[in-house]
């Protein structure tokens, strides 16, 4: 199964995959080749690509749409980042700060823009914790 | 002496000017290059998003999003694209008469034109036609990001959502090649037809949620951003290229002129030494 993810300022990865997972607007999704035609708009959160049975890749990506086909894969992401090139000390500041301007509630703009951010950097520590887990 | 001392400092300066705009050639050439490996880099994300939209709208020929829906035009809104920077020939110039005529073919009182103006150079100019503008963003650097742009498409988009504007056409310089720039006018909103998939459009997708309409409404905003970032970095890469041809004549002119220069003062110092030789054969004849 063909696997592209793509962003509008260039191309992530493409190539083969075995399965591809992604967080959906509804839960969480688990393509293997063969799925019926799906479209999903994709919440902040982690894309795995297993490659072959020793290789998975691990993408952040902060929002966008997936597109599935029986033979290919096409997720169209709004920001990518490889898991590696997370900044953890920056992600948890980030999360620390949502947190506190979500407990203070101020207006209403705030808010909104305190739970994405909570949201993001969330996802984002999580896709770095995937990765640890994996790493011997 | 002194003629000549003012045409030998008027050679130092033209040869200085000749070190900038060499320099500046061959930065523009490095910058054009990596301006169009971006542009390169971003097609295929609009490409698939096209795709993709196609389908869903020929699955769900019974709905048209109002992206799609072609409306008599009372106002228009207007995207023009251009450089920060000066020192690229006619590119911007070229562009803004272009945009201008098109508005003006368009049979509209300027009043009822809304401009979007992305780069410095727009600003400046747009601001002594008159018109209204309504969003603007400069300082945009050589490699901008889509995040910086949204905020100014927004607000297009949110104009054609309200009825503002009837349409939302952008301007900007396509790439032909390094040589060749020409400005180009495209309708973004409505979207034009897209080309007809094959025949058998039997199969639809499964929607998540379960509504293609927020889902296509979704599509359709990151489309138009993602062609406008596509506007904007093929614009760079022809402002680079630009400026690379405009220092080139820039560099050949003051070369020319240098070797004018350098035959007054040639011609200049041989009539001085002429006029001193003959000055001591006089004086060796009188003595």
């Known amino acids: 199964m063909r696997c592209d993810i793509v962003s509008a300022e260039k191309d992530i990865f493409s190539g083969e995959a075995e399965m591809v997972a992604a967080t959906g607007e509804l839960g969480e999704l688990g393509i293997f080749p063969g799925h019926a035609p799906l479209i999903s708009a994709l919440v902040p959160g982690t894309v795995t690509i297993k490659i072959d049975d020793n290789e998975e890749k691990v993408f952040y990506i902060s929002g966008g749409y997936i597109e599935v086909q ?40 705030d808010y909104t823009l305190a739970a994405s951010r909570l949201a993001e950097s969330a996802a984002q520590l999580r896709t770095l914790r995937r990765l640890r887990k994996r790493l011997p | 002496m002194a003629a000549s001392k003012e045409i030998r400092t008027q050679i130092t300066s033209v ?171 495209e309708q973004l909103l409505p979207l034009p037809k897209l080309p007809e998939d094959e025949a058998d459009n039997y199969w639809d997708y499964i929607y998540e949620p379960d509504d293609a309409r927020t889902l296509l409404g979704g599509l359709l905003t990151r489309y138009i951003e993602s062609q406008v970032y596509q506007y904007v970095v093929e614009n760079i890469a ?12 820039a560099s050949d002119n003051a070369l020319e002129l240098i070797d004018q220069l350098k035959l007054v003062y040639n011609k200049e110092r041989q009539a001085l030494i002429t006029q001193e030789l003959s000055e001591i054969a006089a004086g060796t004849a009188a003595v």
């Open chain 2, 15 to 185: 040869q200085n000017t000749h070190k900038i705009t060499c320099a500046m050639q061959m930065v523009a050439a490095s910058k054009m290059r990596q301006a169009h490996k971006r542009m390169e880099c971003g097609k295929s994300y609009s490409q698939r998003i096209r795709t993709v939209i196609g389908h869903i709208a020929s699955s769900h020929s019974e709905y048209h999003h109002r992206y799609m829906v072609d409306r008599p035009v009372k106002r228009l809104g207007c995207v023009i694209v251009s450089s920060d920077r000066g020192l690229c020939g006619g590119l911007n110039i070229n562009l803004f008469k272009a945009a201008l005529a098109y508005c003006q073919g368009e049979k509209l009182p300027s009043t009822e034109i809304d401009f979007c103006l992305l780069g410095a150079k727009a600003i400046d100019f747009f601001r002594s036609v008159g018109g209204k503008v309504v969003a603007t963003h400069r300082d945009m650097g050589d490699n901008p990001s889509v995040s910086d742009l949204i905020g100014a498409i927004n607000i297009m988009l949110t104009a054609f959502n309200d009825d503002t504007i009837d349409r939302l056409v952008i301007a900007s310089n396509e790439f032909v090649s390094t040589m060749r720039q020409l400005p180009r006018i």
């Open chain 1, 70 to 109: 029986p033979s290919w894969v096409t997720i169209l992401a709004d920001v990518v980042m490889r898991a590696e090139d997370i900044d953890e000390k920056l992600a948890t500041q980030t999360r620390r700060k949502a947190e506190k301007s979500l407990a203070e509630q101020q207006s209403k703009l």
């Open chain 2, 238 to 249: 022809c402002e680079q290229a630009a400026r690379m041809i405009a220092m080139k004549n």
